[in-house]
């Protein structure tokens, strides 16, 4: 991904700790990757498949979880096996 890419310059301006309004605005266009992370999170439960990396990035983007617990978060949970 180069650096015009509108996902990574709102991951990096999430990691800086901008809000996500404030991002969206900046870039002023269509961020894909928002979109697709709650879609895929949707289409996951509907599933009932665990994505725990999905649903922390949505809770980033969506429910205002600090980036840094949702990593946390991710390593600290219950390992299980991979199928």
Known sequence: TDNQSRNRRFGLALGQGKSRAAIISEIGQEIEGISAAKETLLLAKRHNIDMPITEQT???????????SAVQNLLTRDQKPET
């Open 58 to 68: 949505y809770k980033v983007l969506y429910e205002n979880l600090n980036p840094l």
